[in-house]
C-alpha cells in the first residue's frame, strides 16, 4: 500500500508545530540543535499497521545523519527486541509505520525523555492526524505511555494491565495494547510472554 503522498504531507504539518518548544517542554541541547519532531521513512509495503511507542530517543534527535525513527537494532536494545518481534510474525519495520506519543525529545523533571501529560496532551492532536492520514487497520501500542496517548484522543478507558492483548474497537479500527519492548519493559513482562503476545497482531492482518 502506498501512502508516501498522505505521510508526506502530514510530516510537513508535524514541523511546524512549536508548541512544545515554546512552553519549555522540550530538550535544546545536542550540538546547537532544536529538538524537532522526528518521523519515519515511509514504509516500502505498507501493511496498514500503527505502532505507537513513547518518544524519539536521543540519538534520532541529534545525529545530523539520521532525523528518522530508526530503533537502530545495533545500538538500541529496545530496537533490537521490537524487530525480533515483527519477525516473529512475518513482518518487517518497513511494513508497519512507527510512531511515538509524542514526536519531539520531551524534558521532564528527572532529564529522561519520557513524556509527561502536558507533552501528551499537546502532541495528541499529531498522533491523530497521523492515524487519520494513513488509515491503518491496527493501532498497536507499546506500553501504558502509548496507550495514555491513544486515550486522549478517544477513550478507552483501560489500563495496560486492563488492556493487556485485547483487541478493542478505537476510532473505526482495531487496537491491540502490548506491553513496551524495552529492558524494563521486559522485565515486567517477560520476553517470552511478549513474543507470544504479538501474535495476536498477526491474526489481524
Sequence with gaps: MDISKQLAAFQAKAKTCTVCRSLGLLHEEGGGRRAYPVLQQTPLNFKEVVAVMEAPNWDDTYNPRKGYITCDPGTDETGKFLFEMLKSINLAPSNVI???AVLCLP????????????Q??????????LVDAVGPKVIVTFG???LDAVNRIEKHHMSLR??????VP????????LAHPSPLGR??????LQMQDIKVLQKLL
Design 187 to 192: 522485565a515486567n513482562r517477560v520476553a517470552e
Design 107 to 118: 524534558i521532564t523533571k528527572h532529564g529522561k525523555n519520557k513524556p509527561g501529560a502536558s
Design 98 to 100: 512507527l510512531t511515538n
Design 120 to 129: 501528551l496532551t499537546n502532541c495528541s492532536r499529531w498522533l491523530a492526524e
Design 170 to 177: 478505537w476510532r473505526g479500527r482495531k487496537m491491540l495494547a
Design 162 to 167: 486492563q488492556a493487556l492483548g485485547r483487541v
Design 144 to 146: 501504558a505511555v502509548a
